[in-house]
């Protein structure tokens, strides 16, 4: 019994002074290898690319008005009127003297177009006096010689007359 009694004291003796520093050393190990992971440089992060801005409605318009047809293909039954009515030539039927004068190598007559011709639409070059005179000339009211908000128009033009994009 004294000898199962010393067993249990030493065993006790053991665990208490003997395995518990090893025990602790043990664990202090882990965390120095972790502060040590935490301690390594980052890699720096990879730049970002540089992101364009979104065009301003100024240059969306500018982009669908260059896309905009500057010829036009006389059919049986056109007349200047109707050309210059069709939404992607003017939208405005009182702007039809400006492909009358672009064109007047080709046209005598403008109530005369021959089917087959292919007229020259102005997209530049004209301003908005060169406008008003050309609804004048077509017979637009006095009063409304200003295009309508509607009509296609180089953006300068918009811009003066103050109607949004």
């Known amino acids: 019994m004294k000898k199962l009694a010393l067993f249990v004291l030493a065993i006790a003796l053991m665990t208490a002074f ?3 520093k090893k025990q602790t050393a043990a664990q202090t190990e882990p965390v120095a290898q972790q502060e040590q992971a935490v301690e390594e440089p980052m890699a720096e992060p990879e730049p970002t690319p540089m992101v364009e801005a979104e065009p301003t409605a100024q ?3 500018d982009q669908r008005y260059a896309a905009l047809p500057t010829t036009y293909t006389v059919e049986k039954g056109d007349a200047l009127w109707w050309i210059a009515e069709f939404q992607q030539i003017y939208n405005d039927p009182f702007m039809w003297p ?3 004068q672009a064109n007047r190598s080709q046209i005598s007559n403008p109530n005369l177009i021959e ?3 292919v007229l020259e639409i102005p997209r530049s070059g004209f301003t908005l006096q060169d406008i008003k005179a050309a609804r004048k000339m077509a017979g637009a009211p006095w009063g409304n010689l200003e295009p309508a908000e509607t009509s296609v128009l180089p953006s300068d033009i918009r811009s003066e007359l103050g109607y949004g994009f």
């Open 115 to 117: 089917p087959g011709q």
């Open 59 to 61: 240059e969306l318009y």
């Open 98 to 100: 400006l492909i009358y």
């Open 18 to 20: 003997g395995c518990a």
